[in-house]
């Protein structure tokens, strides 16, 4: 069975989906035990990319994994297009959105364990990790 | 039937209480922001307690809508003070680089009160028990004299 089929899927298309992203983050967490800060990170990391999808895309989904061998949550939130055009600008801090922080996509980064992302004009994914446990850390997805 | 975005604020005095709980919707967000202001201009409002305790999760959006709508406030003659943040909360806008800014954080919603310059006076309760026992007394005497 592929890792695909493992996931558990939220379609994002409206920020009215963005409480169900929460929901099922806040219950994967609760899956490994995940409380307190840990939990809140992996919770809040979910809402900031979610929304990122809602707000900018043409639609997508936050999928949620859990890597038992490795003692990690991994989140993928995938979106069809148009993509980020100023990537850089936004990971280097230089960038304020509409809203005034412009802190989403960034500080879902600075959330994870680790943080990939890909963009382009057929879309946008991005990959987060969260440890989970006292299993030291074995792979890394950037 | 009671509209599920519906934001509670309670009169208290001359402040208004705002206390937000579980999970903050978006649509939830732009209640807070919209009926807040307008139940400054109505009841002519001191000040804003935004209670947090309740919350699950505070994301950039959320202290977005927070630190607008102080400045809305502030803009109308009222001083918005947020109460109840839970640690781990904290510490993940702290992990984000979030800050808040303009916005007055404390503790508890006591300290939110206190912020207003409103504070607990309690009688000593000596005194109200005396008067207590006072006022039997007095009560029985005075039913011996009607007698």
Same mark, same amino acid.
């Given at each position: 069975m592929? %890792?695909?089929?493992?996931?558990?899927?939220?379609p994002?298309?409206?920020?009215?989906?963005?409480?169900?992203?929460?929901?099922?983050?806040r219950e994967?967490c609760k899956l490994?035990?995940?409380?307190g800060?840990?939990?809140?990170?992996v919770?809040?990391?979910v809402?900031?990319?979610a929304?990122?999808?809602a707000?900018? /895309?043409?639609?997508?989904e936050?999928?949620f994994r859990?890597?038992a061998?490795?003692?990690?949550?991994?989140i993928?939130?995938? %979106?069809r297009?148009?993509?980020?055009?100023n990537? %850089?600008?936004i990971?280097?801090g230089?960038?304020q959105?509409? +809203?005034?922080l412009?802190?989403?996509?960034?500080?879902?980064?600075?959330?994870?364990?680790s943080?990939?992302?890909?963009t382009g004009a057929?879309? +946008?994914?991005?990959e987060? /990790?969260f440890?989970?446990g006292?299993?030291?850390?074995k792979?890394s +997805?950037t | 039937?009671? @509209?599920i975005?519906?934001?509670?604020?309670?009169?208290?005095? @001359?402040?208004?209480?705002v206390?937000?709980?579980?999970?903050?919707?978006d649509a939830?967000?732009?209640?807070l922001?919209?009926?807040?202001?307008?139940?400054?201009?109505?009841d002519?409002?001191?000040?804003?307690?935004?209670?947090l305790?309740?919350?699950?999760?505070?994301d950039?959006?959320?202290?977005s809508?927070?630190?607008q709508l102080?400045?809305?406030?502030?803009m109308?003659?009222?001083r918005?003070?947020l109460?109840g943040?839970k640690?781990?909360i904290?510490m993940t806008?702290e992990a984000?680089g979030?800050?808040?800014?303009g916005i007055q954080t404390v503790?508890?919603?006591? @300290?939110a009160l206190?912020?207003?310059?409103?504070?607990?006076?309690?009688?000593?309760?000596?005194d109200?028990?005396?008067r207590a026992v006072r006022?039997?007394?007095?009560?029985?005497v005075?039913?011996?004299?009607?007698?």
């Amino acid at each position: 069975m592929s %890792d695909d089929q493992e996931d558990l899927r939220v379609p994002i298309e409206t920020e009215s989906d963005l409480n169900h992203a929460r929901m099922f983050a806040r219950e994967t967490c609760k899956l490994v035990a995940l409380r307190g800060y840990k939990a809140q990170k992996v919770v809040t990391a979910v809402s900031e990319v979610a929304r990122n999808i809602a707000r900018y /895309s043409h639609g997508g989904e936050v999928r949620f994994r859990v890597d038992a061998d490795n003692h990690c949550i991994i989140i993928v939130a995938e %979106d069809r297009g148009p993509g980020i055009s100023n990537l %850089d600008e936004i990971l280097a801090g230089h960038y304020q959105s509409r +809203t005034g922080l412009g802190r989403g996509l960034l500080g879902s980064r600075d959330l994870a364990d680790s943080f990939d992302i890909q963009t382009g004009a057929e879309g +946008t994914r991005v990959e987060l /990790s969260f440890r989970y446990g006292d299993k030291a850390w074995k792979t890394s +997805t950037t | 039937m009671e @509209d599920i975005n519906h934001v509670t604020c309670i009169p208290l005095w @001359d402040c208004l209480l705002v206390p937000l709980n579980g999970d903050v919707s978006d649509a939830q967000a732009d209640a807070l922001m919209t009926e807040v202001l307008e139940r400054i201009q109505r009841d002519e409002c001191f000040g804003v307690l935004v209670d947090l305790s309740g919350v699950w999760t505070l994301d950039s959006h959320l202290c977005s809508v927070l630190a607008q709508l102080s400045l809305a406030a502030k803009m109308m003659g009222a001083r918005t003070v947020l109460s109840g943040m839970k640690p781990e909360i904290a510490m993940t806008l702290e992990a984000m680089g979030i800050e808040l800014r303009g916005i007055q954080t404390v503790a508890t919603l006591e @300290d939110a009160l206190g912020a207003m310059g409103i504070r607990r006076v309690r009688e000593a309760s000596e005194d109200r028990d005396s008067r207590a026992v006072r006022q039997l007394l007095l009560g029985s005497v005075d039913e011996k004299q009607e007698r």
